[in-house]
């Protein structure tokens, strides 16, 4: 199982971006698919995640901003970014966790908000 994440790039503040992050084969037995970024002199945290269930949970920066969602159909998932602000800057990388404990990382896209 591959994560190829995309959707990055430069946008002003206030502007939107979506993320995409597509599996390359059908991930049956997942637990949650998450965002997680990494500005620099940082450490990677957890932005939004999406349990099997359906529900989600959102780092209090981003609440009210960011939706997290997926399409089963096409094994991707995704993190609408609205409203963002340069201190979203940062590498995003989207990660799935397996049953079991096993999970998945994703190589990364970097955004970047200009003020």
């Known amino acids: 199982v591959q994560l190829q994440a995309s959707g990055g790039g430069l946008v002003q503040a206030g502007g939107s971006l979506r993320l995409s992050c597509a599996t390359s084969?059908?991930?049956?037995?997942?637990?949650?698919m998450n965002w997680y970024r990494q500005a620099p002199g940082k450490e990677r945290e957890l932005v939004a995640s999406?349990?099997?269930?359906?529900?989600?949970n959102y780092a209090d920066a981003v609440k009210g901003r960011f939706t997290i969602s997926k399409d089963s159909a096409k094994n991707t998932h995704y993190l609408q970014m609205n409203g963002l602000k340069p201190e979203d800057t940062a590498v995003y990388y989207c990660?799935?966790?397996?049953?079991?404990?096993?999970?998945?990382w994703g190589q990364g896209t970097l955004v970047t908000v200009s003020s």
């Open positions: 990660k799935v966790d397996i049953i079991g404990g096993t999970h998945y």
């Open positions: 084969g059908t991930i049956l037995r997942y637990t949650t």
């Open positions: 999406l349990a099997r269930g359906g529900s989600t």
